[in-house]
């Protein structure tokens, strides 16, 4: 078996470990929906009206058109602190010194996490994604333009999933892992997804215009209501990309350290 099969098959048991944790946790599943529905009906239910006004022409109406890509992009973050916490408690509680027993792929306990937390995300994604219909969202994506979507989403997931996997394998207890997922939840607030980024005063625009998720959500934006892209679509290829790259190689040097240490 070449090494390439076999790290094929250890990953994906490791991701069906993984979704089985969750079929019999599924707490977490429900944390990365709730939040995202909560900002749904606070920002629409309660502000939209005020916000849509100064957004939008149509009043709040509309405003769920423009606020719901960027919450849907959300769930993938808030569903970061639930991978973090099961990398730490992977590594805390001694499992991981188990599999480093038995002749599996190395890579393969982090892939089939990594992996896990995308399928999670785009379960989340989709139940949000309803209750933002329910609400009054009314993209008019093609069907190409929503498959664009989901790989859009997907592709920020993955890249988010990687840091935190970092940041899970860095900490020392769950609540660490939880804490240190934080300024990734927090940073779409200080994106394009509530409000342009030219309403924004001079400091915080500039902090708008220069993270990933306002290229992101621009693209998101775009794709589900046909409006202009620009350079968000290459911005945003580029920041995942990144974002992914530092987040896998960080993640490996930290495991195959802990790995020497043990």
């Known amino acids: 078996m070449s090494a390439m099969t076999m790290t094929l098959r250890d990953s994906s048991t490791m991701l069906r470990r993984d979704l089985r944790h969750t079929m019999r946790n599924p707490s977490f599943l429900i944390a990365s929906i709730g939040m995202p529905v909560v900002m749904l009906l606070m920002f629409v239910g309660l502000f939209g009206k005020s916000l849509?006004?100064?957004?939008m022409s149509g009043g709040s109406g509309d405003y769920i058109d423009y606020v719901a890509p960027g919450i849907i992009l959300m769930t993938g973050a808030f569903g970061s602190g639930s991978t973090a916490v099961s990398i730490c408690l992977d590594m805390t509680e001694g499992i991981v010194d188990r599999f480093r027993t038995m002749a599996i792929a190395r890579s393969s306990v982090l892939t089939g996490q990594v992996v896990g937390s995308v399928v999670r995300a785009l379960i989340s994604v989709v139940l949000v994604t309803?209750?933002?219909?329910l609400m009054g969202f009314d993209p008019n994506a093609t069907a190409v333009e929503w498959v664009a979507?989901?790989?859009v989403f997907a592709m920020l997931t993955f890249a988010l999933t990687?840091?935190?996997v970092a940041f899970g394998l860095l900490t020392k207890n769950p609540a660490g892992a939880n804490t240190a997922t934080m300024p990734l939840q927090f940073l779409p607030f200080l994106s394009s997804a509530f409000v342009p980024t030219d309403s924004m005063p001079t400091g915080v625009r500039w902090i708008a215009e220069y993270q990933p998720f306002t290229p992101v959500t621009e693209t998101m934006r775009g794709l589900l209501l046909?409006?202009?892209?620009g350079s968000s679509a290459w911005q945003s290829v580029a920041w995942c990309a990144g974002i992914a790259l530092v987040g896998y190689v960080w993640s490996k040097r930290l495991y195959n350290t802990k790995a020497a240490v043990r």
């Open 162 to 164: 990687w840091l935190v």
């Open 226 to 229: 046909g409006g202009e892209i």
């Open 130 to 133: 309803g209750v933002a219909f």
């Open 52 to 55: 849509g006004e100064g957004v």
């Open 149 to 151: 979507a989901v790989g």
